[in-house]
């Protein structure tokens, strides 16, 4: 059956026209019809041919103009084509699922920039055949003459993301070794839902630290990045500009990772002062804690882990390794918000640069992520071995992100295009992150809901093997008349008596000159 289309039948027109004249002849004297009527009757009288003929002409002249215009814009690459064929290269033509402007435009400065032999030849070209398209990039395969040097390429590469600039392409341009080739991101890759791809996370091996955030195109197509949160990969630094797609890309490691490995192999920490896109997470039953979004709960929880992190290389240097069989993942989103000055920045620092030198041999995983490399100290982070850049502010930000020289992460798109760097690997791992929801839509939390669900049908009502109870947060002591005051110093007196755990949350609260021994043994027997 044929559904029906259009939004009205014109016959209807007829009445609402009839109305329409009667209204005018009661209000208006029947004025509007009568010149409706005069404007119709000159229009015939009118000889309309002379103003065709007219019309024709122009449209003729219209179409030629646009022949003319694109056959100019293709000029350069035309040019290019010809002066290979002469040499007798095997010239193809581009993949038409290329934008011409932008073949036209590389192919135009390798013809420049890359010189011609003694008989005039070119020695540099693009390949149609040997070129392809994915969904995030174009990689134009390059020529070249016998005996030239292929590295010479890269010499031209900001050349030609100059003269894509002006094309209207702000885009890095990558040049690939073997076969050698210029691969320059699409600017507007298309979305990859983490919804789309869930199925095949559920089929991903189980308990052995792997998450899938992102995807990345093959000679099959696309397929998921699966990442191993081990060894030399235990740590992940995120870093990109607002709006970049971090968080979107610590949901999908995190609901990877977590729908990947069960509760008893891997228990979680989440870390956010921002307290909102993370939220749902507490949800998951491998959490150690709910999400600790209190500054001074997140500095004490760190401190918690180092004590872990020690426990545990105590246990190995006695030959238990039992420990082992169990890993903790801490993430935390917008690190600078920690680190940045406060009270507990120095210490947070301390502590986030030990996981990352200890944690690795320890199953300590850590997901950090920041918006600007600057404002996280180095020490937290050069120890890192897992960059994953989105896009950034400046090139040297990109740099300084990805621990790489050459970077030019600011050229990436934004909305989840990221790089992966990894160190001992030379070339950065172009992927897109799966977008898990938009955290300002209504139904975001029964998004995430929809896959925290998932995971707790997998793992039934699993325990996290590592748990972990925050301190409660100690009001601060009020002052007794009479009390002794501690001297600057003596902390640790009480700290033998009450304990380091409950005391010190107090000192960082007040000023340590004002703490009172009698004032702290009220809030310890309020508790
Ligand atoms: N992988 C993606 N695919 C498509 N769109 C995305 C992706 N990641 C993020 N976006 C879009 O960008 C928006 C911002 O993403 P996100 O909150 O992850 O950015 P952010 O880098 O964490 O920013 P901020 O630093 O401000 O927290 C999302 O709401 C979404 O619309
Ligand atoms: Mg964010």
Redesign the pocket.
């Known amino acids: 059956m044929r559904a029906q289309t259009g939004s009205g039948n014109p016959i209807m027109i007829i009445p609402l026209l009839a109305i329409l004249a009667w209204l005018d002849i009661q209000s208006n004297q029947g004025r509007t019809v009568a010149m409706l009527g005069g404007l119709y009757r000159s229009a015939l009288a009118i000889d309309l041919w002379p103003i065709a003929k007219q019309l024709i002409v122009v449209a003729i002249a219209g179409a030629f103009a646009v022949v003319a215009f694109k056959l100019a814009r293709q000029s350069a690459s035309v040019k290019a084509f010809q002066v290979a064929k002469v040499a007798g290269h095997k010239i193809t033509r581009m993949p038409s699922t290329m934008p011409r402007r932008l073949t036209a435009t590389v192919a135009d400065v390798l013809s420049v920039r890359g010189g011609v032999d003694a008989n005039g030849l070119p020695l540099f070209w693009l390949d149609g055949k040997a070129s392809t398209v994915t969904p995030l990039a174009w990689t134009l395969a390059v020529d070249y003459a016998n005996g030239v040097e292929p590295d010479k390429l890269s010499r031209f590469v900001p050349d030609i993301e100059n003269r894509l600039y002006g094309a209207g392409y702000d885009v890095q341009v990558r040049v690939k070794d073997r076969p050698l080739a210029l691969e320059i991101d699409n600017p507007q890759p298309p ?1 990859f839902a983490l919804r789309d791809w869930w199925k095949g996370i559920q089929a991903m091996p189980q308990n052995e630290r792997l998450c899938a955030p992102a995807v990345e195109p093959t000679a099959k197509g696309m397929q998921l990045v699966s990442l191993p949160l081990r060894n030399m990969g235990a740590a992940t630094f995120v870093v ?1 500009m ?7 890309f610590i949901l999908s490691s995190v609901l990877s990772l977590c729908m990947a490995n069960s509760p008893q192999r891997m228990s979680l920490i989440v870390a956010d002062v921002k307290a909102a ?1 993370t939220m749902p997470l507490s949800g998951l039953p491998h959490m150690a804690c709910p999400v600790v979004t209190d500054i001074e709960q997140i500095a004490t929880m760190l401190d918690a882990l180092c004590a872990e992190m020690e426990q545990r290389s105590l246990r190995s240097a006695a030959g238990d390794r039992t420990w082992l069989q169990h890993s903790i993942c801490v993430v935390v989103d917008e690190v600078a918000e920690l680190v940045l000055g406060g009270k507990h920045g120095d210490s947070i620092a301390n502590t986030l640069q030990r996981l990352t030198q200890r944690g690795r041999g320890l199953g300590i995983i850590l997901i950090m992520a920041t ?1 600007r490399v600057y404002d996280v100290p180095a020490k937290v982070y050069t120890k890192i071995d897992r960059r994953c850049v ?1 896009r950034v502010a400046s090139a040297s930000d990109s740099v300084a992100a990805s621990g790489s020289e050459g970077t030019r992460c600011n050229k990436l798109p934004k ?2 295009a990221l790089e992966i760097f990894s160190a001992g690997d030379p070339t950065a791992q172009r992927a ?4 898990v929801a ?2 300002e839509s209504p139904d975001y939390e029964s998004v995430l809901s929809g896959f925290i669900d998932d995971i707790k049908a997998r793992w039934g009502c699993m325990a996290p093997g590592w748990h972990y109870a925050p301190v409660p947060k100690a009001e601060a002591p009020t002052q007794v008349p009479g009390d002794a005051v501690v001297e600057p110093g003596k902390v640790h007196a009480l700290a033998a008596k009450f304990g380091n755990e409950f005391v010190h949350p107090l000192v960082d609260l007040g000023d340590e000159g004002n703490l009172s021994a009698k004032a702290v043994e009220k809030t310890y027997q309020q508790m």
């Open positions: 979305l990109g607002p709006g970049a797609g971090k968080t979107q896109d918006q989105f909305r989840g897109q992150g799966l977008f938009d955290a």
